[in-house]
């Protein structure tokens, strides 16, 4: 049966991989309650009543449809969203205002429409003019079908109501397609020429559609025209649909144009496939110097972050120079395995044309038929049966005039088959629910452990700063004696499934059992003979080691956990009153919003007589006759019972706070609502912005007037956040966020350490949403906060090497920037297998070796080889 069913997905996909636009038009479930309430949500909500899940076309529960929370403003972006639960060719949408039986009157004139294949890099969907807005409707009961060309290929989606004036807005939807059962996610390839031939008319052969980004003349990280379904015409010249321009079907290079005589592309896809072949619609209009092309070599890799296997697949195509038809060309490869593809296509003419590209694959049957997760049903074997019935039982959707058929329930005659794929379906659907049974007993299981107390990890390593030297010493404490027989780790989460059993981490992985406590200072990896971080040197910690079931976090109005401090800490402070002093609210005026977050905002506003209001020796900066800045954050009014507490909690350990590189808490809005605290504000900004706008010191950016910043300020920087960690380390205080975003700069370039950073959308990028947890910026945790959840000095030692990298980048790009959030993820996973094959970052070119050699101390795979901070060395280190 297993058998028989993997061979029925291979012939299923095979017969449906290439798109078809005008025939994949089949409602995806809102009016008939197959996208279920939980996939369905919004920004905001009216009431209720007309909460996301009431979004559904012809369908009158609750008030009658989604209404975002009051009347919509011109600039206000209120969002319906909807997760697909699988990557869907969208081809139509279809809205109707809010009827309501006759009492609605709400509807929405306009809307945008944003999308996501991954639920963290949204796109704004473009017509091929470039045209975002689509026009709605025009009363309450009425459906408007728009078709979307080009088409999206996404797995959530966002519908933004857009409105001139202001309006209350009300929407139902019904979206319409097919899986994109492909799986391809993204492919890259050069950026497509222009054709300017004598006698012709000028032909751009560019990826008009393509959604990813243009980087140095190469397309990067998106889908566009080869896979929109749509096959070019015999002369490319021509197009199939109405009113694009000449060559707007085809993405084609010159051969002169590019120098090594072929074109290079690379396909990603959303999981491990077993490729069968690659079909690629080539134009051949040899007349005009167009040929398909000669041959093709592919190279796959198994993992997006693995290496490429040498071994390639070749294909030579049999040339027809008699035959200037256009043409798919069937590339065989031979079942090879991987998740990425390299392919290389050798040119046979002067121009070579590609309309459409699509992939022939299937995945192992394993994998399918016993997933280590509960699935989503339609990721395994029985889902494609159910999505081959949905196929059958539906008819093409042929026009906006035909949505009431599309949309009713027809069932076409019983045929030989159907009765062989219930009883498939039927024994496939026992089969899931034992497995669900099973996966939802372990997890109960799970849960009663973790109540259980945890140990207390042994491999703490603290930091010891000094604040006014120029350099860094790295030091380890020794390693304490441990118990055989207790565990490694407390618990793993995330990633592969393999790790979701802690007992049995130090069998699958032995270098973290007591065999593989001495270790060297990389663990597999060539590095650099680093003298300075040599571990166990005698240094005494007096900071005691504290696990994760010791910390509190606590929730900042910005949406971070401002500190990660010791529980006997907050208890001693939830028992004093708060020492800052409580200033008169009309004394802060309201200048601009910085950020804000889940319970609160942070703004920057002038503080009138505070000087007087505090007294000599207040932390202010220099006036010069002018007002202070300062930034306060301000708890909304809504915010949760717990909320406030950690607002309260977060004053009284920010009131603790006492060091020139720290931000400093200067007094308080408490006794009334709303409540505020005001803290300093740098006039320079953040330092990730600051270097951002600076070149390296030199007579060129002198005589350009270009702002520059020498070695020695670079140093001076490092020297500053070093001190300010060593303050908070000698609290038993863990950061949790360390980048150069949360480092902020006086006129003086004075850096004091705050945590303002997630609330600015600006730095929205640097944070990973893990689903049913947090915000985490995981490009700079160490691979233990990402995998086992664990925030200890040595995580921020970590960071604080990736912050080093930043400031001698200038941060010009982001930590890891060639990798996504996922392949993030899976490097950290490298790092907990210790095989060798974790991917570090690179040397910025104008750092000293010496210096990046401490920074590949700060990622050491063992806690207890990581340093200590350190200030006494780091200039001299750099000039060695």
Partial sequence: LNMFLFLLLV??????????????????????????????????????TTGPQYARLNREEGDGAWCPAGQLQPSDVQYLQLDLRQLTFLTVVATQGRYARSSGNEFARKYRLDYSRDAHRWLSWKNRYGNEIIMGNVNTYESVVKDLHPPIITRY??????????????????????????????????????????????????????????????????????????????????????????????VGWRNDSLGPGYVEMEFQFDRRRNFTSMKVHSNNMFTRGVKVFSAVSCVFKAHLISKWDPEAVTFATVLDDRNPSARYVTVPLGRRSGTALRCRFSFADTWMMFSEISFQSGMAPLLLWLPAVAPHPLTTTAGYIY????????????????????????HPPEDGSTSILIGCLVTIILLLVVI???????????????????????????????????????QTPPIPPRDPL??????????????????????????????????????GYAEPDITQCTPHQGFQSSVPHYAETDIINLQGVTGSNMYAVPALTVDSLTRKDISAAEVPRQQLVFREKLGEGQFGEVHLCEATGL??????????????????????????????????????????????LNDPNIIRLLCVCVRSDPLCMVTEYMENGDLNLFLSQREMESTHT??????????????????QIASGMKYLASLNFVHRDLATRNCLLDRHLTIKI???????????????????????????????????????????????????????????????????DEQVIENSGEFFRNQGRQIYLSSPPLCPSSLFDLMMCCWRRDIRDRPSFSTDQLESAAAT
């Fill in 11 to 48: 012939l299923h996909s095979k017969a449906n991989a290439q798109i078809n636009p005008a025939l994949c038009r089949y409602p995806l479930g809102m009016e008939d309650g197959r996208i279920k309430n939980d996939d369905i949500t919004a920004s905001s909500q009216w009431y209720d």
């Fill in 157 to 250: 989606l966002r519908l933004i109501p857009v409105t001139d004036a202001v309006h209350t807005v009300c929407m139902r939807i019904e979206l319409f397609g097919c899986p994109w059962q492909d799986g391809l996610t993204a492919y890259s390839a050069p950026e497509g020429h222009t054709m300017m031939a004598p006698g012709y008319p000028i032909t751009p052969l560019n990826d008009s559609t393509y959604d990813g980004v243009l980087e140095r003349r190469r397309l990067l990280g998106g889908l566009g025209q080869l896979t929109d379904g749509v096959a070019g015409q015999d002369d490319f010249g021509r197009v199939q649909q109405y009113k694009p321009w000449p060559g707007y079907d085809y």
């Fill in 387 to 410: 999505m081959v019935k949905i196929r059958k039982n539906l008819e093409p959707f042929t026009g906006p005039r035909d949505v009431s058929t599309v949309l009713s329930k027809t």
């Fill in 436 to 474: 669900i049974v099973l996966i939802l007993w372990c997890q109960y299981v799970c849960k009663v452990l973790e109540k259980a107390p945890r140990r207390i990890l042994e491999e703490e390593v603290t930091v010891r700063l000094s604040s006014s030297s120029d350099t860094i010493v790295l």
């Fill in 486 to 523: 207790d565990p490694p780790y407390e618990r793993v989460f995330l990633l592969d499934p393999q790790y979701q059993d802690p007992a049995a981490l130090g069998l699958k992985l032995p270098e973290l059992s007591e065999s593989a406590e001495a270790s060297d200072c990389g663990g």
């Fill in 611 to 656: 000087v007087e209001f505090l007294g000599e020796g207040a932390p202010l900066p220099e006036q010069d006759g002018r007002a202070v800045l300062v930034a306060v954050k301000q708890l909304r009014a809504d915010a949760t019972c717990n909320a406030r507490n950690d607002f309260l909690k977060e004053i009284k350990i920010m009131s603790r």
């Fill in 702 to 719: 002198h005589a350009n007037n270009i702002p520059s910043v020498s070695m020695a300020d670079l140093l001076h920087m490092a020297v």
């Fill in 754 to 820: 705050s945590d303002f950073g997630m609330s600015r959308n600006l730095y929205s990028s640097d944070y990973y949403r893990i689903q049913g947890r947090a915000v985490l910026p995981i490009r700079w945790m160490a691979w233990e906060s990402i995998l086992l959840g664990k925030f200890t000095t040595a995580s921020d030692v970590w960071a604080f090497g990736v912050t080093l990298w930043e400031i001698f980048t200038l941060c010009r790009e982001q930590p890891y920037s060639l990798l996504t």
